[in-house]
């Protein structure tokens, strides 16, 4: 589980601008989605979460709101912006290129130790 | 968890356990820490919730919540760091503009004092030696090397301080424009020794591009990033601290 972590902490803005790229979501909600998006192998801590979701804030790729609902507890809602539209698509293609990259790498190890 | 008092109610269990979410944020504002809380109390609530809804007892359900959210002191420090690295950046250059206008002044003091300027012993063919190349290397790196120490201590000791009392950074231009000066030849004859140096090893257009890299890396880089940078890494740790 140790690498999972590792590699969740590095991609956490992106993850979080993925899901936030589907609807407004509250910090609970992104937590929710991003590990059933990921078939629960990603688990978060959330305590990671709020840095991240302060500092795509700050740098203006999400923009955070408060509701306040009658029916529910008041709760900040966050959606993704133009820029952070702008970068998840950067971040994604920089990420397919690394993961195709580690594919090949680890794809030509699998097929020998299978051989 | 360990860290979380007993509690009676899960109510009273939250506000415990926001309580020591907020040590490690002394240093941020009333209102940014308040909704910062205020978030997190919303998110242990509706976790709580939703292990209600799976059948969990209250208390229970509001233990689990705050474990899976994780521990509360570095949950603060965590976000106290990204809000200080983000709306802190006048830091480093409050620390830098007190160092500078410091050495201004004793630069200013020292010149006063020595009214005659001392003879500059270059002569146009005469080669520079090794000894020489040192002495001056020496003369032109202290106030830089000073800079550093000074701008680190004020940076980690109190920068906001060290902002009010200068009055703004006016200094660090001041200090800026004297040593673009001397790049130029006056008055500091280390400068000129060194130009002198390294016009006689490389062609002009390089022996100026060399002498303003030199004069970046001694002014820029060694106080402001060296030095002040760190200042503020330590001060942000300082400030985090529970």
């Given at each position: 589980m140790g690498n999972e972590r590792e590699l969740l902490k590095g991609n956490t803005p992106t993850l979080i601008l993925a899901v936030l790229h589907e609807a407004p979501m509250h910090g609970y909600a992104i937590a929710q989605a991003i590990e059933r998006r990921s078939g629960d192998i990603l688990?978060?801590?959330?305590?990671?979460l709020y840095p991240a979701l302060y500092s795509l804030e700050n740098a203006g790729l999400i923009a955070g709101e408060w509701e306040h609902l009658e029916s529910e507890r008041p709760r900040k809602t966050y959606s993704i912006t133009d820029a952070g539209r702008a970068e998840l698509a950067s971040r994604t293609t920089a990420w397919s290129q690394f993961a195709l990259a580690v594919n090949n790498i680890i794809g030509g190890v699998s097929r020998e130790q299978t051989a | 968890m360990n860290r979380q008092p007993d509690a009676q109610g899960p109510d009273d269990r939250i506000s415990d356990y926001l309580a020591l979410v907020s040590k490690?944020?002394?240093?941020?504002p009333d209102e940014a820490r308040r909704n910062f809380l205020r978030e997190v109390k919303t998110h242990v609530e509706t976790l709580a919730d939703h292990y209600r809804d799976e059948g969990r007892d209250a208390d229970a359900a509001v233990s689990d919540a705050m474990r899976m959210i994780g521990e509360p002191v570095a949950l603060g420090r965590s976000w106290a760091k990204s809000w200080l690295a983000a709306n802190e950046p006048g830091t480093f250059l409050s620390a830098f503009a007190l160092s500078a206008g410091i050495l201004v002044v004793l630069q200013c003091i020292v010149s006063f004092l020595q009214p005659t300027p001392r003879p500059?012993?270059?002569?146009?063919n005469e080669k520079i030696g090794a000894m020489a190349l040192c002495q001056s290397i020496a003369e032109m790196a202290w106030i830089p090397i000073v800079l550093t120490a000074v701008g680190a201590v004020c940076g980690w000791w109190k920068p906001r301080g060290a902002r009010a009392g200068l009055g703004g950074s006016g200094a660090i231009y001041a200090a800026y424009l004297f040593q673009l000066f001397a790049l130029g030849g006056w008055p500091e004859p280390a400068w000129i020794l060194f130009r002198q140096y390294i016009a006689q090893q490389f062609p002009a257009a390089a022996s100026y591009v060399i002498a303003i890299l030199v004069f970046v890396i001694l002014w820029?880089?060694?106080?402001?990033?060296l030095g002040s940078g760190l200042a503020r890494r330590e001060r942000i740790r300082r400030l985090t601290r529970a």
């Amino acid at each position: 589980m140790g690498n999972e972590r590792e590699l969740l902490k590095g991609n956490t803005p992106t993850l979080i601008l993925a899901v936030l790229h589907e609807a407004p979501m509250h910090g609970y909600a992104i937590a929710q989605a991003i590990e059933r998006r990921s078939g629960d192998i990603l688990k978060f801590k959330y305590g990671t979460l709020y840095p991240a979701l302060y500092s795509l804030e700050n740098a203006g790729l999400i923009a955070g709101e408060w509701e306040h609902l009658e029916s529910e507890r008041p709760r900040k809602t966050y959606s993704i912006t133009d820029a952070g539209r702008a970068e998840l698509a950067s971040r994604t293609t920089a990420w397919s290129q690394f993961a195709l990259a580690v594919n090949n790498i680890i794809g030509g190890v699998s097929r020998e130790q299978t051989a | 968890m360990n860290r979380q008092p007993d509690a009676q109610g899960p109510d009273d269990r939250i506000s415990d356990y926001l309580a020591l979410v907020s040590k490690p944020m002394k240093a941020i504002p009333d209102e940014a820490r308040r909704n910062f809380l205020r978030e997190v109390k919303t998110h242990v609530e509706t976790l709580a919730d939703h292990y209600r809804d799976e059948g969990r007892d209250a208390d229970a359900a509001v233990s689990d919540a705050m474990r899976m959210i994780g521990e509360p002191v570095a949950l603060g420090r965590s976000w106290a760091k990204s809000w200080l690295a983000a709306n802190e950046p006048g830091t480093f250059l409050s620390a830098f503009a007190l160092s500078a206008g410091i050495l201004v002044v004793l630069q200013c003091i020292v010149s006063f004092l020595q009214p005659t300027p001392r003879p500059v012993m270059i002569f146009v063919n005469e080669k520079i030696g090794a000894m020489a190349l040192c002495q001056s290397i020496a003369e032109m790196a202290w106030i830089p090397i000073v800079l550093t120490a000074v701008g680190a201590v004020c940076g980690w000791w109190k920068p906001r301080g060290a902002r009010a009392g200068l009055g703004g950074s006016g200094a660090i231009y001041a200090a800026y424009l004297f040593q673009l000066f001397a790049l130029g030849g006056w008055p500091e004859p280390a400068w000129i020794l060194f130009r002198q140096y390294i016009a006689q090893q490389f062609p002009a257009a390089a022996s100026y591009v060399i002498a303003i890299l030199v004069f970046v890396i001694l002014w820029v880089v060694l106080p402001l990033f060296l030095g002040s940078g760190l200042a503020r890494r330590e001060r942000i740790r300082r400030l985090t601290r529970a």
